[in-house]
């Protein structure tokens, strides 16, 4: 194991890289990063990025001194990700002990907990009150018993609905050896358990990868179950290191029993808070540094906190905190480090004459890879019993469990929600049941990440795909991953205007844009988008009478889109407003819609042989609907040229090469 100048020279590393990095920004011309958006970073830890990371496997911990961490006996010698389920009473000086008694239904009853031998030392007099079921769990925190009073909040207490309540504590703190707990029945011992406490014990980090169902376990007993399952799994072998796939949970198990007391201890509601509290202390006797980290030692753990992507699940029965990550959300890193460190001055230090003990497993982020298959009617086959299937494959681990959404795009009201199970070829089967959709009817599927449209009868084959990625600045673009208009024209974003009463245009795309070019927005919103046909032929989105929506029957195909920005909260849904398909946008705008200048891409439109053009809706036919042949026209779209990248333009240019450089550093650095 590392000795402490090993450690200390990693540290060091790191450190005096991020700073050289630093200073190469500062130094390299502004020419060089040309092209980045304000206040973006010029090293990335995106996957198209330049990247730092360290490729390892199980965690390794490090420490002061060349010391391996003696496994505690009894219920907290965890070995692996094995939990062992006795209910012996040997403890981790720091740990919560769980000691079980058995007094008659209801009963009220004296516990005492003194040294086995009668000596002197730690002795508490408790009393417990039953709820009627003749079993009782008092829950002693012996890290608050060592360090505190028996007296102080959360030292002593009982599981469930029993109750307890401290009369009588003597002695000095509590130490290890062995203790006595005794129940008393009018004076008399009616059974007794034995409590061993040993040294302190912090022994490891570990990670494992796990379905994102995973992430909603609330109490110990559900991680356990879902690692007898097999739904707790080691992280995979990845090109650039130990990975899981994004949107699967991260689990980190801390093996440390004298970190459950410590935990406890800490002011909060509920144990992620607590967990995190740890490393606000000030007092190095109790502070223990927990976070979770990107290239340089950048933190994440506060925004994953403020997203509630984290959760700390304390096990006192196997002596670890699970502590779980939603990689969904974006604030985690493609490329991370789950670090732990115990100053020597802390009191669960096990050995602090070996100098600090660290632990820092990495982990990395592969991107879910999701696809649905398409039938006629898109990615729905609709049968005639009013249901829905879906059909697809993922890399998600088996019995991952993918949430599948189908919205409708004529009525924002009509949406259905389904859950696929991942089975060991990553295949998944859904049902949805869609009997009450309306039809014609166009329709958005989601499969985790992936998207998809539907259609229902005669409805016109429209397909959109957007993405936005949260900023802390203005937002004045979205990008297009995907935009099909059968008969051509626009893909429209509005923004409802209260002042105005209505929707205002604020951009718009063609079928071969790459964005959405929209007016600069300031805090998140929902915008509703709209497909638009050409009906002037003039290449140019005059408004929403001139150029008409796309119709499924009377119904305009539509659909809210949520723009978010970093450490601001989307509103709690769209606006309640419906959308006037006949209203003036010249009033509600006073100018003209920037539109893409039109090119000769926009005059290949090419009719296949017997097809025949949607008509667009007049004001005679909009109000009933129809049954029209589904449309044949097809818009021939060209790729955009790319400009190459050079020092001067997109991309990075001259800083790729001390850049790069830095990162392989980096990577030797945290590697060795």
């Given at each position: 194991?590392?000795?402490?100048?090993?450690?200390?020279?990693?540290?060091?590393?790191?450190?005096?890289?991020?700073?050289?990095?630093?200073?190469?920004?500062?130094?390299?011309?502004?020419?060089?990063?040309?092209g980045?958006?304000?206040?973006?970073?010029p090293?990335?830890?995106?996957?198209?990025?330049?990247?730092?990371?360290?490729?390892?496997?199980?965690?390794?911990?490090?420490?002061?001194?060349?010391?391996?961490?003696?496994?505690?006996?009894?219920?907290?010698?965890?070995?692996?990700?094995?939990?062992?389920?006795?209910?012996?009473?040997?403890v981790?000086?720091?740990?919560?002990?769980?000691?079980?008694?058995s007094?008659?239904?209801?009963?009220?009853?004296?516990?005492?907990?003194?040294?086995?031998?009668?000596?002197?030392?730690?002795a508490?007099?408790?009393?417990?009150?039953?709820?009627?079921?003749?079993?009782?769990?008092?829950?002693?925190?012996?890290?608050?018993?060592?360090?505190?009073?028996?007296?102080?909040?959360?030292?002593?207490?009982?599981a469930?609905?029993?109750?307890?309540?401290?009369?009588?504590?003597t002695?000095?703190?509590?130490?290890?050896?062995?203790?006595?707990?005794?129940?008393?029945?009018?004076?008399?011992?009616?059974?007794?358990?034995?409590?061993?406490?040993?040294?302190?014990?912090?022994?490891?980090?570990?990670?494992r990868?796990?379905?994102?169902?995973?992430?909603?376990?609330?109490?110990?007993?559900?991680?356990?179950?879902?690692?007898?399952?097999?739904?707790l799994?080691?992280?995979?072998?990845?090109?650039?290191?130990?990975?899981?796939?994004?949107?699967?949970?991260?689990?980190?198990?801390?093996?440390?029993?004298?970190?459950?007391?410590?935990?406890?201890?800490?002011?909060?509601?509920?144990?992620?808070?607590?967990?995190?509290?740890?490393?606000?202390?000030?007092?190095?006797?109790?502070?223990?540094?927990?976070?979770?980290?990107?290239?340089?030692?950048?933190?994440?753990?506060?925004?994953?906190?403020?997203?509630?992507?984290?959760?700390a699940?304390?096990?006192?029965?196997?002596?670890?905190?699970?502590?779980?990550?939603?990689?969904?959300?974006?604030?985690?890193?493609?490329?991370?480090?789950?670090?732990?460190?115990?100053p020597?001055?802390?009191?669960?230090?096990?050995?602090?004459?070996?100098?600090?003990?660290?632990?820092?497993?990495?982990?990395?982020?592969?991107?879910?890879q999701?696809?649905?298959?398409?039938?006629?009617?898109?990615?729905?086959?609709?049968?005639?019993?009013?249901?829905?299937?879906?059909?697809?494959?993922?890399?998600?681990?088996?019995?991952?469990?993918?949430?599948?959404?189908?919205?409708?795009?004529t009525?924002?009201?009509?949406?259905?929600r389904?859950?696929?199970?991942?089975?060991?070829?990553?295949?998944?089967?859904?049902?949805?049941d869609?009997?009450?959709?309306?039809?014609?009817?166009?329709?958005?599927?989601?499969?985790?990440?992936?998207?998809?449209?539907?259609?229902?009868?005669?409805?016109?084959?429209?397909?959109?795909?957007?993405?936005?990625?949260?900023?802390?600045?203005?937002?004045?673009?979205?990008?297009?991953?995907?935009?099909?208009?059968?008969?051509?024209?626009?893909?429209?974003?509005?923004?409802?205007?209260?002042?105005?009463?209505?929707?205002?245009?604020?951009?718009?795309?063609?079928?071969?844009?790459?964005?959405?070019?929209?007016?600069?927005i300031?805090?998140?919103?929902?915008?509703?988008?709209?497909?638009?046909?050409?009906?002037?032929?003039?290449?140019?989105?005059?408004?929403?009478?001139?150029?008409?929506?796309?119709?499924?029957?009377?119904?305009?195909?539509?659909?809210?889109?949520?723009?978010?920005?970093?450490?601001?909260?989307?509103?709690?849904?769209?606006?309640?407003?419906?959308?006037?398909?006949?209203?003036?946008?010249?009033?509600?705008?006073?100018?003209?819609?920037?539109?893409?200048?039109?090119?000769?891409?926009?005059?290949?439109?090419?009719?296949?042989?017997?097809?025949?053009?949607?008509?667009?809706?007049?004001?005679?036919?909009?109000?009933?609907?129809?049954?029209?042949?589904?449309?044949?026209?097809?818009?021939?779209?060209?790729?955009?040229?790319?400009?190459?990248?050079?020092?001067?333009?997109?991309?990075?240019?001259?800083?790729?090469?001390?850049?790069?450089?830095?990162c392989?550093?980096?990577?030797?650095?945290?590697?060795?």
């Amino acid at each position: 194991m590392p000795s402490t100048s090993h450690a200390a020279r990693e540290r060091s590393r790191r450190v005096s890289l991020c700073v050289s990095l630093a200073l190469l920004l500062v130094l390299v011309p502004a020419a060089t990063v040309a092209g980045a958006p304000d206040g973006a970073a010029p090293v990335s830890d995106s996957a198209a990025g330049t990247t730092c990371l360290q490729q390892t496997g199980t965690a390794t911990p490090t420490s002061g001194g060349n010391r391996t961490p003696a496994p505690v006996a009894g219920r907290n010698a965890t070995n692996g990700w094995t939990p062992n389920e006795s209910q012996d009473l040997d403890v981790a000086l720091g740990d919560v002990a769980v000691i079980p008694l058995s007094p008659r239904p209801g009963e009220n009853a004296t516990v005492t907990v003194a040294p086995s031998d009668d000596g002197d030392g730690y002795a508490a007099t408790v009393r417990v009150r039953d709820d009627g079921d003749g079993r009782v769990r008092l829950l002693l925190n012996t890290y608050l018993a060592a360090n505190g009073s028996t007296a102080a909040r959360g030292t002593v207490r009982a599981a469930g609905d029993d109750g307890v309540a401290v009369t009588d504590r003597t002695g000095g703190p509590l130490t290890p050896g062995d203790y006595a707990v005794r129940l008393r029945r009018n004076g008399t011992v009616v059974s007794e358990n034995q409590l061993s406490v040993s040294e302190p014990s912090v022994e490891n980090v570990t990670l494992r990868r796990a379905g994102p169902s995973v992430f909603d376990a609330s109490r110990p007993g559900d991680v356990r179950r879902a690692n007898r399952s097999g739904l707790l799994r080691p992280l995979r072998d990845g090109e650039d290191g130990q990975e899981l796939v994004r949107g699967e949970t991260l689990v980190a198990r801390i093996d440390a029993p004298s970190l459950l007391g410590l935990v406890a201890a800490q002011p909060g509601d509920a144990p992620t808070e607590r967990l995190l509290a740890l490393s606000e202390e000030r007092d190095p006797e109790t502070r223990v540094d927990f976070d979770v980290t990107e290239i340089c030692n950048w933190t994440i753990v506060e925004a994953i906190a403020v997203h509630d992507s984290i959760r700390a699940v304390p096990d006192y029965r196997t002596g670890a905190v699970y502590v779980l990550l939603d990689t969904s959300d974006p604030a985690v890193a493609n490329h991370g480090w789950v670090d732990l460190r115990v100053p020597t001055e802390s009191t669960i230090h096990p050995s602090p004459s070996d100098g600090d003990l660290e632990f820092d497993p990495s982990f990395t982020l592969a991107e879910q890879q999701t696809t649905v298959e398409t039938h006629e009617t898109g990615a729905l086959a609709f049968g005639d019993d009013g249901n829905a299937s879906l059909s697809g494959e993922t890399n998600l681990m088996r019995g991952s469990r993918l949430p599948v959404t189908v919205q409708s795009r004529t009525d924002p009201s009509e949406r259905w929600r389904a859950t696929a199970t991942i089975r060991e070829d990553g295949t998944f089967d859904a049902t949805v049941d869609v009997s009450n959709a309306s039809s014609p009817g166009v329709f958005e599927v989601r499969a985790g990440d992936a998207s998809a449209s539907a259609w229902l009868g005669s409805a016109p084959r429209v397909h959109w795909q957007l993405d936005h990625t949260p900023t802390d600045h203005d937002a004045d673009r979205l990008d297009v991953e995907a935009l099909s208009l059968p008969d051509g024209g626009y893909l429209v974003a509005y923004e409802y205007d209260r002042s105005l009463g209505g929707f205002r245009p604020i951009g718009t795309a063609r079928p071969y844009s790459e964005d959405l070019s929209i007016e600069s927005i300031e805090r998140p919103r929902y915008l509703l988008v709209v497909p638009h046909r050409d009906g002037n032929g003039n290449y140019q989105f005059d408004d929403r009478r001139a150029d008409p929506p796309y119709r499924a029957g009377d119904r305009v195909v539509q659909g809210w889109y949520p723009v978010a920005f970093e450490r601001r909260d989307l509103p709690a849904g769209p606006p309640s407003a419906t959308f006037d398909a006949n209203a003036s946008d010249e009033r509600l705008l006073g100018r003209q819609v920037p539109t893409p200048e039109p090119t000769e891409r926009d005059r290949f439109v090419t009719t296949l042989p017997d097809a025949t053009p949607t008509p667009a809706p007049t004001a005679e036919t909009s109000a009933t609907p129809t049954e029209t042949s589904v449309p044949q026209t097809t818009v021939i779209t060209e790729p955009t040229p790319t400009s190459p990248t050079t020092a001067d333009g997109p991309g990075f240019g001259a800083l790729a090469a001390p850049v790069g450089l830095l990162c392989g550093a980096a990577i030797a650095a945290r590697r060795r």
